[in-house]
């Protein structure tokens, strides 16, 4: 396993940040943040041209076969782009617990189009309690005939108006090991009885909603892994999900220091840039060390995950409560360092410190991490 | 299996036999009682361990042959240094010798100077002290006083050094001495290699508020040096004690760690830390075996979370340091990057110190000496000690300065 990038890597890296450079400005990204979906179907399509949305995808399904590290690659540029778009819920939510627990049919059936550009998913897996653990599951699936019928809750769903089916997770029964009796469903959003609204939560980037599901039928082809056992799929695509989230979080962390760094060169107070004042050089130092160990945590996982190795899920659950709490401390010097600027809605600083915070939430915040690891470190 | 995967699992069990059958009786076993860290015992137990490796081909990697260096394949030296680790093998002799002589050397020095004094660093015959801090040089090292000057072929130097690390055994230090008043600052220095018996030099203790008296002072009174010691040209030491200051501070300091210009690096280091006592299974062993009000530290959520934070920051050091080597293969050699390793480290230490005191409470109070102190009341002492790692090698301020002004290009006041 080899920390850094390959020469392939490097390219795949610098044609990512040309290419959206060009097409995510920011006046698309303020477009995108007004947008009742949140995101531009065009520039979707073009992102499907260069072959990203099918990366790490096998080639038997369209997919480029790339492994998972170039993924996280591609998420590193997007969150330092701020990109509106949804890349992860689809291709890592959506679509992972499809290759890894779909039939070979349903395989066919989705994945070629997520490839293509035309099917884009969403998870519909939290409610009311907000966490990510199976006890937090009660949105019921009753089997009726051929077909079970969903009814409950979801709340937390990132890009659900974005999304043509949702994967949401059911109870398909009762059982006192609360992992056991979750059944993952590909809903079609447009079904009868789904009713999605807009949460308005503080990331305008990635928006969130609420589905209530009222009788929604779901024909038993379009359960994915087994019935009763879906928690284990949703809990092995939670450490790619993880990581690729920590990629962005990196990612945005590069740009914000750059920012901040070029902020504080320019700006004059008391007749000198504030740049030269120690507080502020000692605030951008941290900031620098804190995304240097960041990434590496973060390489460490993404790596560890393409090779299937063994320490996976420590490295995942390192990489998450580090970056997610490094991020957090990056966004607010950047802030503070921008001092009122940074504090308006027009400059783009609160839309990275809003992103940070929406993902150090998501599947585990740094709290919830830390006890993983500690739970890790007493096996050994 | 691959041939070459079975070369290399006979390779390890080589590495294996030969460990059990050379390191000291006892040892890894309470039988065993190790000697004071900073005691000539430690120092004489060092060297001989060193010179053992050296003979054995398992240590003195990164340098060339013709100056006493070992070769072998990376997969080799891999495998040495993971069993050392999984043994928790003696440290080295007391010396800055492979952290900070021998790179300063191999990139400054004479060929004559490598060739006589590189290969008794590899073997550990000889130990180094470095000679730049003074009372009124610490974080602003350029404003040494000491002075050398001219006389035939000699410089005669006078001055003091404080606070120098491994003092006490040193054969050899690198001295910087002031050598021209009449130029600015960072043009005035040039750097000898001193003989530490030389007619002149004075050593002492210097005792520190653990109570140990681990860095000494010297006084040099009229003593002489030949001028083919000098290390650079004359006037250029600044360069010479930047090079010596930046593999100190990647290597992480410590006896017998080698600065990753001796190929080794920061990510040794840092892997030896989740063994010993700053190890993270040290904390965790303490946490199980500790009660605090009726039931055992390590089921107390918040210091969980506090341990684990610490086992996060010492896997993300670990995997820093196999960053750098990665980009060291592409021939991108690591400068600044040094300032940020040596705080984060010493940064941690501070933090593991100040978790383990807390873990043990009332017993953070009691002194090595103590008879109720825990384990030999080694928690306090690296409680203590942490504090002068943040000082030592360039304080925690002057890097973040470093990393702001030349990594991030930050104006200077």
């Not at chain 2, 004489?44 to 394949?73: H, V």
């Not at chain 2, 993270?280 to 009726?294: F, Q, V």
């Not at chain 2, 203590?384 to 943040?390: I, S």
Request: aromatic share 10%; hydrophobic share 40%.
């Amino acid at each position: 396993m080899e920390f850094g990038l390959t020469e392939e890597q490097e390219m795949l890296k610098t044609s990512a940040r040309d290419f959206l450079e060009t097409e995510c400005t920011r006046n698309h990204v303020r477009a995108m943040m007004e947008d009742e979906i949140g995101y531009s179907p065009e520039l979707w399509k073009k992102m499907a041209d260069l072959g990203w949305l099918g990366w790490s995808f096998p080639s038997q399904y369209g997919g480029g076969d790339g492994n998972f590290r170039d993924l996280t690659i591609l998420c590193e540029e997007m969150g330092r782009a701020l990109l509106p778009s949804p890349f992860i819920s689809t291709v890592v939510l959506g679509s992972m617990p499809i290759l890894f627990a779909g039939t070979d049919k349903q395989k066919q059936d989705f994945l070629p189009k997520v490839v293509q550009g035309d099917l884009t998913l969403a998870l519909a897996v939290l409610e009311e309690d907000g966490d990510f653990w199976p006890g937090g599951i009660n949105v019921r699936a009753d089997k009726r005939g051929n077909e079970y019928l969903l009814n409950g809750t979801k709340l937390f769903v990132w890009d659900a108006k974005a999304a043509d089916y949702l994967l949401c997770a059911a109870r398909t029964k009762r059982s006192p090991n609360p992992e056991e009796g979750i059944t993952l469903f590909l809903v079609d959003a447009k079904e009868w009885g789904m009713y999605i609204t807009p949460l308005d939560n503080i990331d305008v980037l990635r928006k969130q909603y609420e589905v209530v599901m009222t009788n929604v039928p779901v024909s038993v082809d379009n359960i994915i892994g087994e019935l009763d056992n879906g928690w284990l799929v949703l809990k092995k695509m939670s450490l790619y999900a993880i990581a690729a989230l920590c990629a962005e979080m990196v990612g945005g962390c590069e740009k914000v220091l750059e920012m901040t760094v070029s902020y504080a060169k320019e700006r004059i107070a008391y007749g000198v840039p504030i740049g030269s004042f120690q507080v502020i050089k000692h605030k951008c130092a941290d900031m620098l060390s804190g995304i240097e160990y960041a990434r590496s945590l973060m390489e460490w996982a993404a790596l560890a995950l393409t090779e299937d190795a063994p320490e996976a899920p420590t490295a995942v659950s390192m990489a998450k409560a580090y970056c997610g709490n490094v991020g957090k401390m990056v966004c607010d010097e950047g802030t503070q360092i921008h001092g009122g600027l940074g504090y308006t809605w027009d400059h783009d600083m609160h839309l990275y410190f809003k992103r940070v915070r929406a993902s150090d939430a998501a599947f585990g915040d740094g709290n919830y991490h830390s006890e993983l690891v500690a739970q890790y470190l007493e096996q050994v | 299996m691959s041939t070459d995967a079975a070369k290399l699992d006979a390779f390890r069990k080589e590495v294996r036999a030969w460990l059990k059958a050379n390191l000291p009786k006892g040892w890894g076993t309470p039988v065993y009682n190790p000697p004071d860290p900073f005691s000539q015992e430690a120092h004489e137990l060092g060297k001989s361990w060193q010179k053992k490796l050296y003979d054995a081909g398992y240590t003195g990697f990164g340098y060339p042959k013709e100056y006493g260096g070992i070769e072998r394949p990376p997969q080799e030296i891999a495998i040495i240094r993971e069993e050392l680790m999984r043994y928790g093998t003696p440290g080295g002799p007391l010396s800055l010798g492979q952290l900070m002589a021998a790179p300063d050397i191999m990139a400054h020095g004479q060929e004559w100077q490598k060739k006589r004094f590189i290969p008794k660093i590899l073997s550990g015959e000889e130990s180094w002290c470095e000679l730049f801090s003074e009372p009124n040089a610490g974080s602003d090292i350029a404003n040494i006083q000491t002075t050398a000057v001219k006389d035939g072929d000699q410089w005669v130097v006078n001055g003091q050094k404080i606070w120098t690390s491994m003092w006490e055994f040193a054969d050899f230090g690198i001295l910087a001495a002031k050598t021209d008043p009449t130029v600015p600052r960072h043009h005035n220095l040039t750097c000898v290699i001193v003989d530490c018996s030389s007619p002149g030099y004075t050593r002492g203790p210097l005792k520190q508020m653990t109570g140990s008296a681990e860095f000494g002072e010297e006084y040099f009174d009229n003593m002489r040096v030949p001028d083919k010691n000098r290390l650079g040209e004359v006037n250029q030491g600044w360069g010479v004690v930047l090079t010596a200051l930046m593999s100190e501070r990647s290597g992480g300091g410590g006896p017998g760690g080698g600065g990753f210009w001796a190929g080794g690096g920061a990510s040794d280091v840092a892997a030896a830390l989740g063994t010993g006592v700053l190890g993270i299974y040290s904390l965790i062993n303490l946490a199980k075996e500790t009660c605090r009000y009726g039931k055992p530290v390590w089921e107390d959520a918040s210091f969980r979370q506090k341990i684990a934070q610490i086992a996060i920051e010492q896997e993300a050091m670990r995997c820093s340091g196999r960053r750098m080597v990665a980009r060291m293969r592409k021939g991108i050699m690591p400068t600044n990057e040094a300032s940020m390793i040596k705080n984060f480290q010493a940064e941690m230490r501070r933090r593991h110190g100040d978790l383990a005191t807390e873990i043990i409470g009332a017993y953070s109070q009691l002194n090595r000496g103590s008879k109720r102190a825990i384990n030999e009341g080694q928690w306090v002492y690296q409680m203590m000690r942490a504090r002068g790692a943040t000082i030592e090698m360039g304080t925690s301020e002057v890097n973040r300065n470093i990393i702001a002004e030349r990594i991030l290009g930050l104006p200077r006041a």
